[in-house]
């Protein structure tokens, strides 16, 4: 396993507002947890969740239901109140209590060579707990993989509307998805758009593995991420256990946080992680 450490900033960088029914909102900045004199009413959250729904409810119904909000920027705005459910399915989310509004961030300047030298030698998925840095990371590699004589063919699959943010650069050969589902995604990746690389956040059902077995069998290597705190916990996942068992990934990369925003993170082999099967 070798380590590396980063910095992916010498300053805080906001990335997080929270807003709470009469309780005080808090920021995530550095990774640090601020809490704001500000207390926000039932009514006042209302008219909230109107503006950041273009005042149609309706047209987020089936997001909202999942969590969440996606706004333009690749802003993400996680939802949460009382839900309504049939058979184990939300059918909507009502008296909405907090609101969780992700702001993404552009560090394409952090180096991460270490990371683009192993990715030559096949897939890589990076693994963290949620906040940590993962969707950052992504749009990281995905400038410089896409850059330069040497750039190549990349299409990320932007199931959320929030990975592709800031990707849409002029000189890159970078093809975004938006919206659509990742197998499907990966599908039109691997057969309509002749992708060198595919790139795609949050993996782990097992529609999602067989997608990607599909697509390493044609050859193209994926860039992916996926929630964990260890290569154990991961592997404890039948979908990513299934990747692993099918030797898609060559590398795991989990990403780590030191202080403020020092950016730290270890690579695992497939035979290291082998060991935690």
Same mark, same amino acid.
């Not at 683009?116 to 998925?125: E, F, K, P, R, V």
């Not at 890159?172 to 998805?177: K, S």
């Not at 193209?220 to 068992?245: E, F, M, Q, T």
């Given at each position: 396993m070798?380590?590396? %450490? %980063? ?35 039932? /009514? ?9 729904? +273009? ?7 089936? /997001? ?58 096949? /897939? ?19 400038? *410089? ?33 938006s ?7 990966i599908?039109?990746?691997? +057969? ?25 069998g ?13 290569? *154990?916990?991961?592997l404890?996942?039948?979908?990513? +256990?299934?990747?692993? +068992?099918?030797?898609?990934? /060559? %590398? ?26």
């Amino acid at each position: 396993m070798a380590e590396i %450490n %980063n910095k992916l900033t010498s300053e805080d960088l906001l990335e997080e507002i929270r807003i709470r029914v009469n309780r005080q909102a808090y920021i995530i900045c550095g990774g640090r947890n601020v809490l704001l004199n500000i207390v926000i009413s039932e /009514s006042e959250m209302q008219d909230i969740l109107r503006s950041v729904s +273009r005042n149609s409810l309706y047209a987020f119904k089936d /997001s909202i239901s999942m969590g969440y909000i996606t706004l333009d920027l690749g802003i993400r705005v996680g939802v949460v109140g009382r839900a309504s459910t049939e058979d184990d399915k939300v059918l909507g989310i009502y008296d909405v209590s907090e609101m969780a509004i992700r702001v993404p961030n552009k560090l394409f300047n952090v180096n991460c060579d270490e990371i683009l030298q192993i990715i030559d030698h096949g /897939s890589t998925l990076i693994f963290a707990p949620p906040g940590v840095g993962k969707t950052t990371l992504l749009r990281i590699i995905t400038q *410089k993989v896409s850059s330069g004589e040497r750039g190549k063919r990349t299409c990320v699959i932007d199931t959320r509307n929030e990975l592709g943010y800031g990707l849409s650069k002029k000189d890159t050969l970078v093809t975004i998805l938006s919206s659509y589902p990742r197998k499907l995604g990966i599908e039109i990746a691997v +057969r309509t758009m002749n992708a060198q690389i595919i790139v795609c956040d949050e993996i782990g059902d097992d529609k999602d593995a067989a997608a990607i077995i599909e697509a390493q069998g044609a050859g193209i290597p994926i860039i992916a991420s996926c929630h964990g705190s260890s290569i *154990k916990d991961i592997l404890s996942h039948k979908g990513i +256990r299934d990747l692993h +068992r099918a030797g898609i990934f /060559s %590398n795991y990369v989990k990403i780590s946080r030191g202080d403020a925003l020092d950016f730290k993170y270890e690579i695992y082999s497939w035979e290291e992680a082998n060991g935690y099967i």
